[in-house]
């Protein structure tokens, strides 16, 4: 018996996305509010980076739990779960943004900056929007590569798969994409 203060090691939140996802298929909701949990931020943080529209951010992941809920039993434990989840946040994301007419001016959005005084928030404030409209104006496939690898740390082959193309193509989009970046932002970062 647990008493009250101490706490059980078998807890939900310690299980492996595997045990989740078995528990989840078999009725466990405890177990699927918990891979919710986990992968909220990553889901939201993919569809904001790719949309550069927080509204339509939210609205993804709202999209993307109920997909995934309805589609959890096409999950195969020999590939990432973090990997198919962002596969599924980015294809939603892409869709969202084909079906939407282009008003989101990812420049006016401003990050906050923690602890370096009015004038580093300020500097640091103008970077973040700089690089985010940079970011923006990357093609969407191109985007969406570089968010899942420099934002969501996956590896190329985890990119490879949750977008379901080759790996030459992750590369040559990841290569694109920096470049692009790269020439962009080079006079600016200089300063």
């Keep these: 018996m647990v008493e009250q203060g101490e706490h059980r090691a078998d807890q939900p939140s310690t ?11 078999d009725g466990d909701t405890e177990a699927f509010g918990v891979l919710i949990l986990r992968y909220r931020a990553v889901v939201t943080g993919v569809a904001y980076r790719i949309a550069g529209d927080a509204a339509l ?22 590939g990432s779960l973090k990997g198919w989840v962002c596969r599924i946040a980015a294809n939603l994301t892409i869709d969202a943004l084909r079906r939407q007419k282009p008003t989101t001016d990812i420049s ?11 004038e580093g928030a300020v500097l640091s404030s103008e970077r973040a929007t700089q690089v985010r409209a940079a970011l923006m104006r990357l093609p969407v496939d191109s985007r969406t590569v570089l ?21 030459g193509t992750v590369e040559s989009r990841l290569n694109d994409a ?14």
């Design 178 to 191: 920096r470049r692009r970046l790269k020439d962009e932002l080079c006079a600016y970062l200089e300063d």
């Design 57 to 78: 951010a939210d609205d993804v992941a709202q999209e993307t739990f109920i997909r995934l809920w309805s589609k959890l039993a096409a999950f195969r434990p020999e």
């Design 108 to 118: 006016q959005l401003a990050l906050a900056a923690g602890g370096k005084g009015p």
């Design 15 to 25: 299980w492996s996305d595997e045990e989740l996802v078995a528990r989840s298929l």
């Design 147 to 167: 968010v899942l690898r420099e934002y969501e740390g996956l590896s190329y082959q985890e990119i490879a798969d949750a977008l379901r193309v080759p790996l």
